[in-house]
């Protein structure tokens, strides 16, 4: 028990006349201590082991175990040995008195008990014991801040001696750096002839730099963005020009929102800050420009601040978006046209399949054109290359000296050299997100062939191969069960064909593609699996989908077939009731099973009978 804390004092007698423990704790209680009582020297151990008292009463003449021989075992125990004991005995001889201070005891009153001198005798050794206890937690003190003064003095010895080894080791570094610097004087006429030549071969590689850009088919303005003079183009690349039909003369000197169609040209003024661009971003900004043929091109403009000539300017890069916006038209009519083939048809949700799956491939054209843009501004080099332009200008008074001197000087020749490669890796990776783009489109392409092979289907019954079915099927949600993660397995054997009604199959098998990824939302993506198996016997042909999802409870397996039922809260319940009226309307049936884990709806078409 912690005592550190206390503000009383406790007090163990150990008597085993109740008498003398009636008449000590009265005395003491008085005197608001607190009091635990021991009859035996056995028990006094248990009890002062619980309570940590602040001093002990010990009887000496008990059975069994004395006094003297409890006090030896509470001194032999590390967690009571400073525990002050005061013997109470009416022995009385000196001997005993010995005897009781060499079992540990610190003070020995005779019975019977006088209570001012117990008080008095109490007070003082627990004034002792508690000046003892601050001497110690001094002491403890005092050890931790001679071991902290110690350790810092050491460390700061170690620093010192660290500090004048580096100190050493500088003066050698300087001297070396001296005599180096003197072999470098003799070399500095040499160095500054090749320095000339070498830039005016740097002028010549910046200007084949922009070429590329320009090759590449990104343009670049830069934009005065002064009090003055905002928004005039003090440069052009030969990329705009091409784009604009105006040469670097007509642009020079022309304000950029001239150049903007006049419907776009109050939405670029709105980015004006005081008549200035300011901090505007045209990151994300999309504008008609009017050529100078009169022909209007949609572009997409990037633009950074920047310091130019000492002017505060807006680096604008800017990309003809011309083949994206038509790409983009044209697979919006064709979603337009889906839906109405589809509503004609009555295969709204094969349309909506189709919406879907040409969205998610739309997504991956939006998401190529904006890794293009990324790598133009951020990754085409342009942003380190004004960075090192900066850097030159702002020693363009002690140049020579810069270049052959400063580090950064020396390293600016080698930028130059490395940043055409850079661009050059740009124009490679923007020829490769072309042809992505491409392979997009024609994709999507493809999944429109494939809806609108059905979009005219009548109602009447002919002769099909299922597996054709379910392939093209399959095609059309093929964008949509890839983005979802859903493997699919196909296990088609050859069967004879069956009598069908196109559209209602494709309806049924759409609703079953749907149906099976709803029910796999909440499965990993790793497990995420469609199994698909088309079979026969002599008298009938089936269809069996197989997915890893939730299941379907066993009390619901034929509940899901009625009308107005479903396990789902957004649904009202007609799909499944309406797919199996379908089938009953073909001459075959549906039905599901489960185990509890995935779904299997299965499909059976009656097989006409040879004669």
């Not at 206390?6 to 003491?28: C, E, G, K, M, S």
């Amino acid at each position: 028990m912690d005592t550190s804390q206390r503000t009383f004092y406790h007090i163990t007698i150990v008597d085993d006349n109740p008498t003398n423990i009636q008449v000590a704790t009265t005395i003491l209680r008085e005197e608001g201590f607190e009091i635990s009582i021991a009859k035996s020297g056995s028990q006094a151990i248990n009890v002062i082991a619980k309570n940590s008292p602040d001093l002990i009463l010990l009887d000496v003449i008990m059975p069994g175990m004395d006094g003297y021989e409890t006090c030896r075992t509470l001194k032999g125990d590390p967690a009571t040995r400073n525990i002050p004991v005061i013997f109470m005995s009416a022995l009385s001889d000196a001997a005993d008195k010995v005897k009781g201070f060499s079992a540990g005891a610190i003070d020995y009153i005779t019975k019977p008990v006088d209570a001012g001198l117990l008080l008095a005798r109490i007070n003082t050794h627990l004034t002792i014991r508690n000046l003892q206890k601050e001497l110690e937690k001094t002491n403890i003190e005092l050890e931790d801040k001679v071991i902290a003064r110690t350790t810092d003095l050491i460390q700061k010895n170690i620093a010192l001696e660290e500090e004048i080894d580096k100190r050493s080791k500088i003066e050698k570094e300087l001297a070396r750096h001296r005599d180096h610097l003197e072999e470098l004087v003799y070399e500095r006429t040499a160095e500054l002839t090749k320095t000339n030549t070498e830039l005016r071969e740097t002028e010549e590689r910046i200007r084949s730099l922009m070429e590329t850009a320009s090759r590449a088919g990104i343009g670049i303005l830069v934009i005065r963005d002064d009090e003055l003079s905002a928004g005039l183009i003090t440069f052009s690349n030969p990329a705009i020009e091409r784009m604009t039909g105006y040469s670097a003369e007509d642009l020079s000197g022309s304000n950029f929102v001239d150049l903007l169609h006049a419907k776009d040209r109050e939405k670029a003024r709105n980015e004006f800050v005081s008549g200035r661009f300011g901090k505007m971003d045209l990151s994300k900004s999309e504008y008609l420009v009017v050529t100078k043929h009169g022909n209007c091109v949609p572009v997409e403009v990037c633009s950074e601040n920047s310091e130019y000539e000492g002017s505060t300017v807006l680096v604008s890069f800017i990309e003809d978006i011309s083949k994206r916006k038509a790409s983009e038209e044209e697979l919006k009519e064709a979603n337009k046209q889906l839906i109405e083939v589809a509503h004609r048809a009555g295969m709204a949700d094969i349309a909506a399949g189709i919406i879907h799956n040409v969205g998610n491939i739309l997504n991956s054209v939006k998401s190529s054109a904006y890794l293009m843009r990324q790598d133009v501004v951020q990754n085409s080099g342009i942003k380190w290359l004004k960075k090192a332009n900066a850097l030159q200008k702002e020693h363009e008074s002690d140049i020579e000296d810069f270049i052959v001197n400063n580090p950064k000087g020396k390293q600016l020749l080698q930028f130059y050299m490395l940043l055409e490669g850079e661009i050059e890796k740009v124009q490679s990776r923007l020829g490769e997100e072309i042809d992505r783009l491409d392979s997009h489109v024609n994709k999507a392409i493809e999944v429109i062939s494939a809806q609108q092979a059905y979009a005219g289907t009548s109602s009447f019954s002919e002769r099909m191969d299922l597996s054709k079915i379910v392939n093209d099927t399959l095609a059309i949600h093929a964008t949509a069960l890839e983005s979802d993660s859903i493997a699919i397995d196909k296990d088609f054997q050859e069967i004879p064909e069956v009598l069908v009604q196109k559209t209602k199959l494709i309806h049924i098998l759409t609703s079953l593609i749907q149906n099976a990824k709803e029910a796999m939302i909440k499965t990993p993506s790793a497990e995420r699996k469609l199994k698909i198996s088309i079979v026969a016997d002599n008298e009938a042909a089936f269809i069996r989908f197989s997915d890893t999802g939730c299941g379907i409870k066993k009390e619901n397996l034929r509940k899901i077939f009625f009308h107005g039922f479903s396990t789902k809260e957004s649904s009202q319940g007609f799909g499944l009731h309406r797919c199996a009226n379908y089938m009953t309307e073909m001459g075959g049936r549906m039905w599901a099973e489960s185990e509890g884990s995935g779904a299997i709806m299965v499909l059976r078409f009656p097989l006409e009978k040879k004669v």
